[in-house]
């Protein structure tokens, strides 16, 4: 009933190393920074934090869960039945759903890794260091550029493609075990000289201090999108990470240590970032590019900035190859599973599909400028359509199909004999998935809709 040549992640660090490395990614600095900035800061970083707890938390539970009692990818897990497989079942779709965000999630990260590579090269060539250039202008050229972005997303395909095709213990865990603690390290060096910046206080205040006025009317959408799409949630990768956990593991803990680092990390790209945004009097809502606006300036002034700025940029990149692993990995393992292909067949596969996608977003400042709704190109109205309301969608599926799933094999998972607070906490954790994630979810849905009707 289960496929028996599943890989498993040898050591509990390594899984920890990938899971962290999935979640930790661009999401955390190149997007929790642009939609605090658009969002008016504190009370939508609050938010967020809330939605973390609330949602995630749980929610990501129930993914790892759901991947390692099935040991199947997450179309498979939604056909799973104890006794076998159920082709007809009628949850199918949301695998598919998750499926389709997965592939234009990854189209646009890709466009965006791209661009890190591109800031690689420009730190390299001494650009963020040198008098005479204008380190922040870097960005708005590139975006004009659609060929330049498309084979830069190229070179980033190639890279992503050649650990995944390797395999889970080969490729992800050794890489992850490497990068990710030396790019937290960075991070935290980078945040205490950023606390000395002269818009530091600023900074703290805006991303700290709750005004609720300054919220956006689609503060909570986003909030919650944000949240799930951080911890990489909604979208079948934490499925596929806990169909290849070995059965010693015990969830909960490391989902606690997942959500819990993943927020803190996310924090710290608050505090690195915005002390430069109000040292330099930029626009803190100016969209997208305000990460790769604000930090090449800070190099320019740092002792040691050259390198400094080369490390911080080969670091994001690290941390944009894991997130963008895991959600390779996620669709890899679909073609394996359900369409029977070979490793390398499947990567190939995603890799085709993902060039093509990330094509159209990588053109969205240049040939398709003009397709735009509002203020929004192509690549944020993708960016949108898929986190505020495609994730959602499938985590409410995704909880009410666990909380059916049987009542021994969650708890098998979940409970830890030594610990009588395990006991207690199956409970409240059985009451969070079937009611308290779907109210709130859907609560915010309609929230939403009122608003859109109310602003039309
Ligand atoms: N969580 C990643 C980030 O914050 O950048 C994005 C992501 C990675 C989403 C992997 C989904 C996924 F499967």
Same mark, same amino acid.
């Given at each position: 009933m289960q496929p028996s040549n599943r890989g498993t992640f040898k050591s509990r660090f390594g899984f920890y190393m990938a899971a962290i490395g999935s979640a930790f990614?661009? !999401?955390?600095?190149w997007r929790f920074s642009y939609v605090t900035g658009i969002n008016g800061g504190g009370a939508f970083v609050l938010l967020y934090i809330f939605f973390v707890g609330a949602i995630g938390l749980p929610v990501l539970i129930s993914e790892l869960m759901l991947g390692k009692i099935t040991r199947r990818n997450i179309i498979g897990a939604f056909k799973w039945k104890p006794w076998g497989q159920?082709?007809?079942?009628?949850?199918?779709w949301l695998g598919v759903l998750a499926l389709l965000a997965s592939f234009v999630v990854l189209g646009y990260y890709t466009v965006v890794s791209g661009w890190v590579i591109h800031f690689i090269v420009q730190a390299v060539m001494g650009q963020f260091t040198?008098?005479?250039?204008?380190?922040?202008y870097i960005i708005d050229r590139l975006m004009s550029r659609g060929y330049l972005q498309i084979l830069l997303a190229g070179v980033h395909i190639i890279f992503t493609a050649s650990i995944v095709s390797r395999g889970i213990q080969e490729g992800i865990e050794r890489f992850s075990r490497v990068f990710m603690p030396l790019f937290m390290l960075i991070v935290v060096g980078l945040v205490v000289h950023s606390l $000395?910046?002269?818009?530091a206080s600023e900074a703290l205040r805006f991303l700290f201090?709750? +005004? $609720?006025?300054?919220?956006?009317?689609?503060a909570a959408i986003e909030a919650l999108g944000h949240a799930l799409f951080t911890l990489s949630l909604g979208f079948g990768a934490m499925v596929a990470y806990g169909s290849y956990l070995?059965?010693?593991?015990?969830?909960p803990s490391e989902a606690v240590l997942v959500a819990g680092l993943d927020t803190i990390l996310s924090l710290c790209a608050g505090v690195l970032i915005f002390p430069i945004v109000f040292t330099m009097h930029a +626009?803190? !809502?100016?969209?997208?590019?305000l990460l790769f606006k604000s930090m090449p300036v800070l190099?320019?002034?740092?002792?040691l900035g050259y390198w400094v700025g080369v490390a911080f940029f080969v670091c994001l990149y690290f941390a944009a190859l894991s997130a963008s692993i895991a959600l390779f990995e996620g669709l890899v393992t679909y073609f394996i599973d359900e369409?029977?292909?070979k490793r390398t067949a499947a990567t190939l596969t995603v890799s085709t599909i993902t060039c093509i996608l990330a094509a159209g977003s990588a053109l969205?400042?240049?040939? $398709?400028?003009?397709?735009?709704l509002g203020e929004r190109g192509i690549l944020e109205i993708m960016d949108q359509v898929i986190i505020n309301w495609t994730l959602p969608v499938v985590t409410v599926g995704l909880v009410l199909f666990v909380s059916r799933m049987r009542e021994k094999d969650k708890e098998d998972q979940f409970? +830890?004999?030594?610990?009588?607070v395990s006991v207690r906490m199956f409970s409240t954790w059985k009451t969070t998935i079937k009611y308290l994630v779907p109210s709130i979810i859907i609560l915010v849905f309609i929230f939403q809709l009122i608003v859109n009707i109310f602003r039309s």
């Open positions: 990614g661009l !999401g955390n600095l159920n082709p007809k079942s009628r949850w199918r040198n008098p005479d250039a204008m380190p922040e $000395f910046l002269p818009g201090y709750p +005004d $609720f006025s300054k919220l956006s009317a689609s070995k059965p010693e593991v015990h969830i +626009d803190s !809502g100016s969209g997208p590019a190099f320019r002034h740092l002792p369409q029977k292909m969205s400042g240049s040939l $398709f400028k003009n397709i735009r409970v +830890d004999q030594k610990s009588l």
